[in-house]
């Protein structure tokens, strides 16, 4: 997925003059995770560049840079430094536009590593998407292929208003191929990336990868099981939800961040919203737990299991 | 550093004019007499519409007020010295810098009317950022804007405003040093009006807060925020190193809040009446239009011409604001995506019914 | 409320010689909202102190002062101010505890001013809990009463772990007569505040006292509403949400926060859980839009309104 | 500001030893032989145990390591002049400063190996703060527990480490200024390493770091960092003054990160080789030792025990550290809330089964 990302950046930067690209070690060095790889070089240092390790300071040059007609696609290095730049995220980047009546575009792409599952040091493992999905003026992403990625990436930043693509690290090294191409479905759109009948499994990530596994595993016990990888957590597609809620009536949903007030919490209101009268079982949720995310040793306790994830889908096909 | 602006010793603030308004150094800052006229002409204007907006609050047409009485010189000093093409990002107090950059005021005040947020006016044709509240956040903007700027290979300068209390925030921090790592043309301008709600500067940081730009390798000075022409000068040669392409340059003007806070603020509860009697003293107003009617570049019946012109005015945005109206229901929903998503879009139905 | 959270702050002062009190403008001014009002001058200014305009710089210190063993009660004058501090607030003061494994309390009680209906400024009406709400580590409580106030933050200042109180702005003028006492509900207990039994209305912070109102205008049409304080929005009370959904078999969950992501989707989730199978309805959620908080003119049409808690309950009542 | 630290002229760094080990200033820095071999032995162990931790990482042992050679002397000798009731707030490079507080390397190394957080050791014990990741936020928790301390009437110190690159963060400007306006007894350690993972400091600011100093009141001192006794010295200073009451120093230990960011990290993909070869010439260790041997302070027997010392202890580290075992799943509830709230001991069920 690493290389799919660092495409779509090299084919925005090719394709609008007015990008730019530039966060904490993005430059010469080309990314902790590589994504932004050989995109100095081929493009200069006025378009690509390091920054100072100021997270709220590049996020907030990103919104003057918008007033001065530039597309910025900024990397904050790891999920848990995005959080410095939260008072301008929240207060600038997601309310300016409205504040202006719309006379600037907050065109701004905000890449950032997140989730666990590398085994990597504390701060290293957050899933911040309920912090940036609940914030109104925010589009977020989080892709869960190469190909997702790729397209995602180039449509956030194709994208008038300022969108959170939240890159799983766990499937950065993933090995996939396949063209990319950047058109097919657009943020806000979720995808159904299996069929099934008994049980709609929701996911986004790198828990798309588990979920997969646990509907094999379920397959075996004939639960045929749906997946949804969501692609878009602002906005959810209500449309794929309801339907799939609607026809097969039991859905479990799966995210690596804590229970409380997670996106899981989101989707189960909206399908009861949307689908109540066809739900068999309350909706499932196999989350991360109320706790912060563990040490290395910890991670595969904390982290939704295919075990968990088929256990919740029992659980509920049984209800 | 050699160009670095010359600054008084210490803490002394480089100052042209004496608070009775005589010359104390070089007065010609290079302006013509109908700019010195025009630079009393804004102050007049307004502080005189500062006091309406006061009244204006007293009588609910406006929310909560913050006044900048006293601090005229400071602002109009500075903006006066912009080029067309600069670019401004202001706190929530500078009213008299817009009114210089030629934002309506009507507009600029259908912020404190309640009526929308700090952006009523066309920022980019003003050139004259939104309103900005959470403290010094406009200033990573401003950097941002002035790289742009510089990509353009426009040399067109960024200034930002912010107080004293402002300085003690991360933001400010990391804005200028950006600033002078990448040598933005930029200026920062820091209006230390002594307090930041109840607490007074000395207890806000033991520095001075001009000498902050040495750290981060570039140029600061202090000034004498109350000595319309010391401001300017100042701001003048900040905006041309700028332009020359040297990079940033932190201008403190000292300068001090007559007022409370806000209209919502209780100056008495934490501070002596007589330090806003001894502050009276150096009042900028006074002290320039001594200095033109001495000099022969104003007479009183040109001071007398922008009272009037300062009273009519201030009624006509009087008027203005008062006839402002509530927005439209649907913008709380038209203005918060350019590509608003069709559940945000099923949303907006249900709250318009 | 105001004059509660004074007392409070004074009693607690008065019990604890570790307690500290401080934040910008707490001191020799008594706070914006005046609930720091006298405190420095009964306790001194090594107790009760301004601070520089430094919401990160503050919470971080608290947590210093932690480990100097002091208990630090900081203001954050406005929600939308309390951001700068978030990464603070989410890296360390949330996961300390675990970090060091159980040999420092956190024991920091972080005040806010919050929620809208004060025809505020822009940052100035914002409902930050999901944010607090959905990390782990921390606890939030919303008081809605002066009692509920009194006591909420005695406890949160007594609490070993570290307390956001999230005090409604719009209830600091209320007048309210009474005893304050520090005993009764504690965090995580959520309190039935008027008896019903054709639906469940939960509301927290300034909306109780509109949902009370709703509730009133519902008993004239033989709809008796039950009404639910949440009081603790982390931890959640199970308990009473459990019981009420069984008894009522309807529930409706009123805030000012945006809806997506918001504290109701937590609700919601959890009472589909707990309580599905005496669901008459899904439940409803009348919320503030998926919008910046608007200017104060427009105020009227974010805020849940009495008549939007009525038709909804009406609407769950007739589902 | 009358004692400000004496400092070179323009960057020049305060310097007692040239790096071949010759003293170019007062050498007397008021330690015994003993104690002046004290360093040495520290510095070699530390060398040493950092190599080990580099070869347990390719060895599968532990995650991620930062290495931290060529900043021995920088950590050694400011922690070696702390008191008993200091406290350090360290980053995550501060190895060889823990070994000198006495933290335990198995315990620490936890928090490397995965096992635990930042703080597997006992912080107050230690008075070693717990490991910190997120840039600069350890500035904050120092400020605050140097006003804890004085609030009690101590008169320990409190010291932050912090790297070039942290300098960036706004919470190195908040905590500086809370420092310096509450003239906190506190002394701010800056390792200037060069570089910021990718990041060469000349890119991360304009300034010069210990010039930041000024602009909140309080002295700052550029010192070589490979020095040992200047560095021991320069932290004495900071402490004396701080315990004194006359607030906090700013220290910038000039210094070199011979090797990558961490073991994840590449070097070369950013870096001449030539640069860290040009590095080690200035070698911390081996300038002290020269220095050591030449005065007859120390002679090879000495150093030799040092090294066998060093290598016994590797060994015994790295036995410790191999026999970590994962902690206890339970944990990952256990030490979250002092008092957990019962939904929280429902979810601790679900979990553990
Ligand atoms: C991040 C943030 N924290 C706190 C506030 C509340 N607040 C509004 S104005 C102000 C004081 C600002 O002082 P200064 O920068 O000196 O500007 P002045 O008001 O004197 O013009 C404070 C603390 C805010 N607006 N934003
Ligand atoms: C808030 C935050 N942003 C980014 C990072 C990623 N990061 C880890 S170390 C580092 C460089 C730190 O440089 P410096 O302060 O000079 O310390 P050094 O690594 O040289 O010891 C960065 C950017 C982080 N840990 N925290
Ligand atoms: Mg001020
Ligand atoms: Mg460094």
């Known amino acids: 997925m690493s290389g799919a990302l660092n495409r779509a950046l090299y084919d925005a930067l090719a394709e609008d003059p007015r990008v730019l690209v530039f966060g904490e070690d993005v430059g010469r060095s080309g990314g902790v995770f590589r994504v932004t790889d050989g995109l100095q070089a081929e493009y200069g240092e006025a378009r690509v560049f390091d920054t100072p390790i100021s997270e709220a300071g590049i996020a907030g040059a990103a919104v003057g840079l918008c007033f001065a007609g530039w597309r910025p696609v900024v990397e904050m290095q790891f999920d848990a430094f995005s959080y410095p730049a939260m008072e301008q995220v929240v207060d600038h980047v997601a309310k300016m536009r409205m504040r202006v009546r719309g006379r600037v575009d907050l065109s701004i792409t905000l890449r950032i590593p997140a989730f666990g599952g590398i085994k990597g040091k504390e701060h290293h493992g957050e899933s911040p998407e309920t912090y940036y999905a609940h914030t109104a003026g925010l589009k977020v992403v989080a892709p869960s292929s190469a190909l997702d990625a790729y397209r995602l990436l180039r449509q956030a930043i194709a994208d008038p208003d300022p969108v959170i693509v939240l890159e799983p690290k766990a499937r950065y090294w993933s090995k996939e191929s396949g063209e990319l191409a950047n058109d097919g479905p657009g943020i806000g759109d979720a995808r159904v990336l299996r069929d099934g009948e008994t049980v709609t499994l929701v996911a986004y990530g790198a828990m798309v990868t588990r979920v997969l596994d646990a509907a094999a595993v379920l397959a075996e016990e004939a639960i045929t099981a749906r997946v949804v990888d969501l692609r878009s957590l602002s906005p959810l597609d209500d449309g794929v939800l309801e339907r799939c809620a609607r026809e097969t009536g039991r859905v479990v949903v799966v995210h690596e961040a804590p229970r409380s007030v997670g996106l899981g919490a989101e989707v189960a209101a909206r399908i009861m919203e949307l689908a109540f009268d066809h739900l068999q079982a309350p909706v499932a949720r196999v989350t991360g737990w109320d706790t912060p995310y563990p040490p290395a040793s910890l991670e595969p306790l904390y982290l939704p299991s295919v075990e968990r994830i088929c256990d919740a889908a029992r659980k509920v096909v049984a209800y | ?353």
Chains 1, 3 share one sequence.
């Not at chain 2, 007065?27 to 006091?51: F, H, I, K, N, T």
């Not at chain 2, 009507?106 to 403290?135: E, K, M, S």
Request: aromatic fraction near 10%.
């Open chain 2, 1 to 353: 550093m050699s160009d670095v602006p010359e600054h008084g010793a210490g803490t002394e603030p480089v100052r042209i004019l004496a608070p009775d308004g005589s010359p104390v150094g070089d007065a010609d800052v290079g302006l013509s007499p109908e700019e010195l006229r025009a630079l009393l002409r804004w102050m007049v204007l307004a502080r005189r519409l500062d006091r309406e907006c006061i009244a204006l609050q007293r009588q609910g047409e406006l929310t909560v007020y913050p006044g900048f009485e006293g601090q005229e010189a400071a602002q109009v000093g500075s903006a006066f010295a912009l080029g067309q093409l600069d670019f401004v990002w202001p706190t929530f107090r500078e009213l008299a810098a817009a009114l210089v950059r030629g934002v309506d005021a009507v507009q600029y005040l259908q912020y404190h009317r309640g009526t929308w947020h700090g952006g009523p006016y066309d920022p980019r044709a003003t050139r004259f950022g939104p309103i900005c509240i959470p403290i010094a956040t406009q200033l990573p903007h401003a950097a941002g804007y002035a790289l742009g700027q510089r990509l353009d290979g426009t040399n067109a300068v960024t200034i930002a405003y912010f107080g004293d209390g402002s300085t003690s925030e991360g933001d400010f921090h990391e804005a200028a040093n950006l600033a002078g790592v990448w040598r933005l043309p930029m200026v920062l301008f820091c209006q230390n009006n002594g307090w930041a709600i109840s607490l007074p500067s000395s207890e806000q940081t033991a520095g001075e807060i001009w000498r902050r730009a040495e750290g981060y390798g570039f140029p600061g000075v202090r000034v004498d925020g109350n000595d319309v022409l010391a401001v300017h000068r100042a701001t003048e040669r900040a905006l041309e190193r700028a332009r020359r392409g040297d990079g940033p340059t932190l201008i403190e003007a000292m300068t001090y809040r007559i007022g409370a806070h806000s209209t919502a603020d209780d100056a008495s509860r934490y501070r002596d009446d007589a330090e806003v009697e001894h502050a009276r003293v150096t009042d900028p107003i006074m002290r320039f239009r001594n200095w033109l009617l001495a000099t022969g570049i104003a007479d009183d019946r040109f001071v007398m011409a922008c009272d009037e012109e300062a009273e009519t005015y201030a009624l006509e945005v009087r008027a203005g604001v008062i006839a402002t109206p509530a927005p439209p229901a649907d913008w709380m929903f038209d203005w918060v995506y350019a590509a608003p998503p069709s559940s945000f879009e099923r949303q907006r139905a249900e709250a318009l019914g």
